[in-house]
Nanobody, 116 residues
Framework: QVQLVESGGGTVQAGGSLRLSCAASGRITSFVASGWYRQAPGMERESVAT???????TYADSVVGRFAISRDKYGRTVYLQMNNLKPEDTAVYYC??????????WGKGTLVTVSS
């Protein structure tokens, strides 16, 4: 059983920065891939950034150049550095860890609010 806990959310003014963290606990020692997703009110959950075990990141077009995903050596902690935040970045941000193909775990989310 893997548990994921996100932290680092909060309220920030437009142009500000936040750093989200996702800590994994449980028996799994490494992960295939990791990712951050977000869901704004009334919207579907969308992918923000993902990173493979080899460290290759991918980003949603809307966050390229502003967000950066990283992870520790075994992927047990995943980070999302968010710079130049915009009001449209307001959402609940979720962490996802891929344990094996078709097997994943999700955190409960952390709220990010960007005021204009």
């Amino acid at each position: 059983q893997v548990q994921l806990v996100e932290s680092g959310g909060g309220t920030v003014q437009a142009g500000g920065s936040l750093r989200l963290s996702c800590a994994a606990s449980g028996r799994i020692t490494s992960f295939v891939a990791s990712g951050w997703y977000r869901q704004a009110p009334g919207m579907e959950r969308e992918s923000v950034a993902t990173i493979t075990a080899g460290g290759s990141p991918t980003y949603a077009d809307s966050v390229v150049g502003r967000f950066a995903i990283s992870r520790d050596k075994y992927g047990r902690t995943v980070y999302l550095q968010m710079n130049n935040l915009k009001p449209e970045d307001t959402a609940v941000y979720y962490c996802r860890q891929v344990i094996a193909p078709g097997v994943d775990a999700w955190g409960k989310g952390t709220l990010v609010t960007v005021s204009s």
